[in-house]
């Protein structure tokens, strides 16, 4: 999948949460080569973007830019 993944927003929740990568891939249920890979918008799985979103409290399609 050849996303456009809006990563700044990402960045921001993990900064307002005070979390660290390891920490918010814990909560997602994700590992931390996923997340990496998703935020080099690299290609990932959706039900990864997904995981994200759920934890965000936020629509998929917010994730996108």
Same mark, same amino acid.
């Not at 999948?1 to 993944?5: D, L, S, T, Y």
């Given at each position: +999948?050849?996303? /456009?993944?809006n &990563?700044? @927003? @990402?960045?921001? =929740? &993990? !900064?307002?949460? !005070?979390?660290? !990568? ?7 249920? @994700?590992?931390? =080569?996923t997340?990496?890979? &998703? +935020?080099?918008?690299?290609?990932? $799985?959706?039900? /990864?973007?997904?995981?994200? /979103?759920?934890? +965000?409290s @936020? $629509? &998929?399609?917010?994730?996108? /830019?």
């Open positions: +999948m050849n996303n /456009a993944v &990563i700044k @927003i @990402i960045d921001n =929740y &993990i !900064k307002e949460n !005070k979390l660290n !990568k390891t920490k918010f891939c814990k909560l997602c249920k @994700i590992s931390v =080569y997340f990496n890979k &998703i +935020m080099t918008n690299d290609n990932c $799985q959706l039900i /990864a973007l997904f995981k994200i /979103a759920k934890t +965000m @936020i $629509q &998929i399609w917010e994730l996108f /830019a």
